[in-house]
């Protein structure tokens, strides 16, 4: 009896250590990209209700330093809004709940083009080929911004590729 419970406890271990990268591609891609959104809605909910923290780098700027747009408190609270449902589906898939395939893909991809769109920019302003570069939200924009942008593109769209092998 006791020889089967080392044999199924090493054949445990294997298993573990071949499918170890599944385990990683499957789990943790979905609960570290569900925490950034989520913490990414935070920021916007407080920045909605008045925060000022980290506010002056986030929004373009003009060459004469005027700020391209003044987002307003509904406007904050639909990317909030946009931001936890992202979260939700993503946490919600490493939870279980639904497995992001068929119907539940699509989120996915939509969030895949989202950023990947937003990283290259409109050439101008924002993204990796933007033309206006002297001020802080440019200089953030070009190492943390897309750069994130860039790497939730590409983490969600490796990882949806690997699912559907």
């Given at each position: 009896?006791?020889?089967?419970?080392?044999?199924?406890?090493?054949?445990?271990?294997?298993?573990?250590?071949?499918?170890y990268?599944?385990?990683?591609?499957?789990?943790?891609?979905?609960?570290?990209?569900g925490?950034?959104?989520g913490?990414?809605?935070?920021?916007?909910?407080?920045?909605?209700?008045?925060?000022?923290?980290?506010s002056?780098?986030?929004?373009?700027?003009?060459?004469?330093?005027?700020?391209?747009?003044?987002?307003?408190?509904?406007?904050?609270?639909?990317?909030?809004?946009?931001?936890?449902?992202?979260?939700?589906?993503?946490?919600?898939?490493?939870?279980?709940?639904?497995?992001?395939s068929?119907?539940?893909?699509?989120?996915?991809?939509?969030?895949?083009?989202?950023?990947?769109?937003?990283?290259?920019?409109?050439?101008?302003?924002?993204?990796?080929?933007?033309?206006?570069?002297?001020?802080?939200?440019?200089?953030?924009?070009?190492?943390?911004?897309?750069?994130?942008?860039?790497?939730?593109?590409?983490?969600?769209?490796?990882?949806?590729?690997?699912?559907?092998?």
């Amino acid at each position: 009896m006791l020889g089967i419970h080392l044999e199924q406890r090493f054949l445990a271990i294997a298993v573990y250590r071949k499918s170890y990268p599944i385990l990683i591609k499957t789990m943790v891609i979905p609960l570290l990209t569900g925490i950034l959104f989520g913490f990414l809605a935070s920021l916007h909910i407080y920045w909605a209700l008045g925060g000022k923290w980290a506010s002056r780098k986030t929004i373009p700027v003009r060459p004469d330093g005027a700020p391209l747009f003044q987002p307003g408190k509904m406007a904050t609270l639909l990317v909030a809004l946009l931001l936890g449902l992202s979260a939700a589906y993503f946490l919600t898939g490493w939870g279980r709940v639904h497995d992001f395939s068929d119907f539940w893909s699509i989120p996915a991809w939509i969030i895949v083009a989202a950023f990947f769109l937003r990283s290259i920019g409109e050439f101008k302003y924002v993204g990796f080929f933007k033309r206006i570069r002297g001020s802080d939200f440019a200089r953030m924009d070009t190492f943390v911004y897309s750069p994130l942008c860039l790497l939730i593109s590409g983490g969600v769209a490796h990882f949806m590729v690997f699912l559907l092998r």
